[in-house]
């Protein structure tokens, strides 16, 4: 493809749209797709056809609209493209879907399953990674182009050299969007500087953090996006080959990245020669096989190698020495997703985003006891007061707010006195915990905070790789005096041993997951020793969530 | 015309091919060699060989670690290693708990103790008459609809001990 004919499929795109006047997007994200979104999507198209309107609407399924608990959520545009009147219904399903439609189309709005588009739920929202998701179809590459996919790619091979790349994504302020938060300008750096024949590109799609599903769903809505993102990274750095490490748990993801690739390389947007430069670049898809370890960069590069994902010591890092012992360039997915935008906008533009040093945007994953579960993109900075009340509008029942756990089993918790906490990489640090991934996971006064610092524990157990002694043998003497506190047996001295323990694995352990294991340990003991100290003392748990030794039938 | 047929050149037996003569063996072949043997693919030539099979028995094993040219302690050892494959053979069919931490504050625990009350079978096992395997997984990313459970592969949200329950039973009756 050449620009020419880049510019030649978004007018023609950009007409179609312009014909039609309705617009119905149906969720078709695997949140949705398990509420029943295909038949909803099935009786739209049916009805469509039926009344004989395929030319004026439109109807094709698309990427997480956000308020997974309601799903299946449809969303209508209708009038004019820029000057379109939205309206988004929720809990559709098979049966009221035809219904729904030809009453919308017809003028009258089905007010029981209407939600207005100013919701505080997406009113208090900003998408730059989710921009697409929820407006384009994922399964067409055309619908994508025509609504501005691969304009920045063709910026970047055409207008800027790939120093110029570099300089714009640091000038962005861009950090790792897969926990750690390292600056992505200076990783892209390294790798572009390394003096080697052969490089690779490397996107984690590897989301182990249990209560996350941001990349699930950006891979889901925008497939196109990442790919985008890969290539200007290749571009960059020079590199000629990528591959995306995705779960093995996400089979929609899967389906949808395999075609958006098979399309790409049809349109010749990946491959040799791309927009008639001397850039070449593939890409292939490596499936994990549930490895939460793999999550860890040096595994995840003998994952793809075909190996037991085991970490090695760094440094060598594998931007010096990765994949094959060539230079590796790995982000992650969302911080691809964040990539043709800033080269689209410019580094500047980016940087006014957020906070001076956590700049853009995050996507959160809002789950567990909240009204509303799912999917957001706020600017960075913002109080968890906001997200959480505003957003996520509050606690079901009337409950109390207890705390919110981010950065899953290497996170923290962070209890009611800090709400107003504004949410970047500093400040979660702060208060102990960390930025993670973005699962959000919401408990109230009924979740025993003990009961979950146990549970992360059981995972960090399960999934050590036991290369290393203090992960392997420490998870589980951690889990060991957990399962005494919840049952009752532990004596005062235990949690001295575990601020034991938790301090030599975060020293001594080889890789993340050892070193952050004890995380939700630490931080549960800081804000809740009473819980803690009820288990052991008083023999009751205030969450009456464990059994202390009575047995659970009696308890129950 | 008979004659010729019968007298058709014996096909001489591809001395890699495997005994036994299943055609899934065929398809494995197949698949390896889109990846040209490279012991690079083992994790995606493991994954097919799942899907044919339903569980990676020691015969596939050896038959991939040969084709391969890998030692069967790392073919064994990488089919050890990650969760997703079973060196079992599942049930005929497979209920799927997820128990992702929003699953979990939701309530999974609860739908796992229900499926082991009414069949004796715990997480990672099959019940006696090979009808149905429990299994949990590490978080489905299916969180906003939380608990989350796949019947088979078909996934479904906001679960509870009797929709489960309700939804396994016919799968037993059938014995």
Known sequence: MNSEELQHIVERKQAERAAVRHRVCVCAAAGCQSLGAEGVLEAMRGAVKADGLAGSVEVHGTGCLGLCHAGTMVQIDSGAPGEESRILYERVDAENAALLLRGHLEGRRDEAHAVAPDAPFFAHQRRIVLEGSGRLDPEDIEHCIGAGAYQALHKALTEMTSSDVVKEVSQSGLRGRGGAGYP??????????ATSKKKYVICNADEGDPGAFMDRSVLEGDPHRVLEGMAIAAYAVGADQGFIYVRGEYPLAIKRLKLAIKQAERAQLLGNRIFESGFNFRVDLRIGAGAFVCGEETALLQSVEGQRGQPRPRPPFPAQSGLWGEPTLINNVETFANIPTIVQNGGAWFQKIGTPKSTGTKVFALAGKINHTGLIEVPMGMTLRQILFDIGGGIPGGKAFKAAQTGGPSGGCIPAQHLDLPVDYESLQKVGTIMGSGGLIVMDETSCMVDVARFFMEFCM?????????????????????QK??????????????TELADLLKSTSLCGLGQTAPNPVVSTLRYFRDEYLAHIVEKRCPAGVCALGKDKEVAA | METMAQQAPVVKPDPRAHPSGDKRFKMLDAAMKRHQFESDALLEILHQAQELFGFLSDDVLIYVGRALKAPLSRVYGVATFYNFFTLKPKGAHTCTVCLGTACYVKGASEILDGLRKAYDVKPGETTRDGQLSVVVARCVGACGIAPAVAFDSDVHGKQTKASVLARVAPWMERT
């Open chain 1, 462 to 482: 399960e999934e050590s790789c036991g290369k290393c002694i203090p992960c392997r043998a420490g998870t589980v003497q951690m889990h060991d005096l957990l």
């Open chain 1, 184 to 193: 992505t300008g200076l990783k892209w750096g390294t790798v572009s500087k």
């Open chain 1, 485 to 498: 506190v919840v049952e009752g047996r532990a004596v005062e001295g235990d949690l001295d041993k575990l």
